[in-house]
């Protein structure tokens, strides 16, 4: 693994689906995300966000270009290699929360680490950690069902962090609360991203975005504009944008 600063990587990344006619969901995207960096990835519906996610995420492969995250190249990797690397480098959270409801609140917390090789009882006590951290370490035993909206996305939250990956990767993490509570989600990824996590946050929500450090925003499969300033000259990848296109009916096979 070559030595490196970025948690995340995107060079030239494409990816279309579909042939007839092909759909070009990411148009070439190259950016970074340091570790210790919170960023918002804005857009309307369609310019490819939830794709974005997927790459970034390591849940779909994309159709050109490179991926690397904490320094390694997916390409490298097989199916079993992704998996095991997306299970140690990367939390997920999502607009549905994804809790099972009839566990408690630690136990769904704990699976976050399930395939960490971390044994039951250091599962649960980081769990409770973790809980702590976003303040229901007293609602270790309660249910998902008996709790509000946004203690549950504050679950989620939890079980994202637990194992410490390189990077969360938050989809519309305040899609399905009110306001009030949305802003106290957004706090929350303040205050962890001031603990030392790195965060990307996918947001249709412009007023949202505008809260984070910085903004990329996508349109049409491409980064039109990027609010990074100052790139640290010594970082290869620097975060911005390329205008790369994937030229219709010359697109590459999609090796997802
Ligand atoms: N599995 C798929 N097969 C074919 N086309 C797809 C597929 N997934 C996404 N697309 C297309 O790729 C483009 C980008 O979609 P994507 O879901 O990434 O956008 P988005 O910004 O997340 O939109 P939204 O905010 O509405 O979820 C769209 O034109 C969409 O129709």
Redesign the pocket.
């Known amino acids: 693994m070559r030595p490196t600063r970025a948690a995340l990587e995107l060079e030239a990344v494409t990816k279309v ?2 042939e007839r006619p092909p ?1 070009l ?1 990411l148009r070439g995207v190259t950016f970074s995300v340091r570790k210790g960096e919170l960023v918002a990835i804005v ?10 996610l997927h790459v970034m995420g390591t849940l779909e492969r994309p159709t050109g270009g490179t991926v690397r995250i904490d320094g390694v190249d997916i390409d490298r990797l097989d199916d079993r290699g992704l998996s095991a690397l997306r299970a140690r480098s990367i939390g997920f959270v999502f607009q549905q929360f994804f809790l099972a409801e009839h566990s408690t609140v630690l136990d769904n917390v704990a699976d976050g680490l399930l395939y960490a090789g971390v044994e039951v009882r250091e599962r649960r006590r980081r769990a409770l950690a973790a809980l702590e951290r976003v303040g229901l370490a007293d609602r270790a035993s309660a249910r998902p069902t008996q709790m509000s909206g946004g203690q549950r996305q504050r679950v989620a939250i939890a079980r994202a962090l637990v194992g410490r990956p390189a990077i969360v990767l938050a989809d519309e993490p305040t899609g399905n609360l009110d306001s009030v509570t949305g802003a106290s989600i957004i706090e929350l990824l303040h205050e962890l991203n001031a603990e030392g996590a790195t965060i990307v946050v ?1 947001t ?1 929500d412009a007023e949202l975005a505008a809260d984070l450090p910085r903004q990329v925003h ?1 349109r049409d ?1 491409r980064i039109v504009s990027d609010s990074a300033h100052d790139p640290d000259p010594d970082d290869r990848a620097t975060p911005r944008t390329t205008g790369a296109r994937v030229p219709v009916g010359a697109e590459q096979e999609d090796r997802s």
Do not use: R
């Not at 857009?43 to 974005?52: A, C, D, H, I, N």
């Open positions: 689906y579909g759909v969901a857009g309307p519906s369609g310019s490819g966000k939830t794709t974005l996918i249709h996508v499969g």
